[in-house]
Nanobody, 122 residues
Framework: VQLQASGGGLVQTGGPLRLSCVAS???????MGWFRQAPGKEREFVAA????????FYADSVKGRFTISRDNDRNTMYLQMNSLKPEDTAVYYC?????????????????WGQGTQVTVSS
């Protein structure tokens, strides 16, 4: 499985941004998720979604501002980010699991994309 994340960029505080993650290879999966890592910090969970998209999960810090979704026909997962804050600045990574495990733990994911930089200016 290969994952390609895109959509990052520079945005002002309060602005929106949408990230995409395209999967290729064997694309059926369990949870797909987004994580982020700011300089000097550990990688942290942002959001996750089940295969059918029926269940979604969010970190408290992004709940109500970010929306995760997936289009299995396009093998693509999205992260719509609204009301962005400077503290959202980080490299954002998409990831996927072969089997359902803990969706919030980075080491429970089997495949990772290369990351896309999101910078929110104050």
């Amino acid at each position: 499985v290969q994952l390609q994340a895109s959509g990052g960029g520079l945005v002002q505080t309060g602005g929106p941004l949408r990230l995409s993650c395209v999967a290729s290879g064997r694309t059926n999966s369990a949870y797909m998720g987004w994580f982020r890592q700011a300089p000097g910090k550990e990688r942290e969970f942002v959001a996750a979604i089940t295969w059918g998209g029926g269940s979604t999960f969010y970190a408290d810090s992004v709940k109500g501002r970010f929306t995760i979704s997936r289009d299995n026909d396009r093998n693509t997962m999205y992260l719509q980010m609204n009301s962005l804050k400077p503290e959202d600045t980080a490299v954002y990574y998409c990831a996927t699991q072969d089997f359902y495990r803990n969706y919030a733990q980075a080491d429970e994911y089997d495949y990772w994309g290369q990351g896309t930089q999101v910078t929110v200016s104050s």
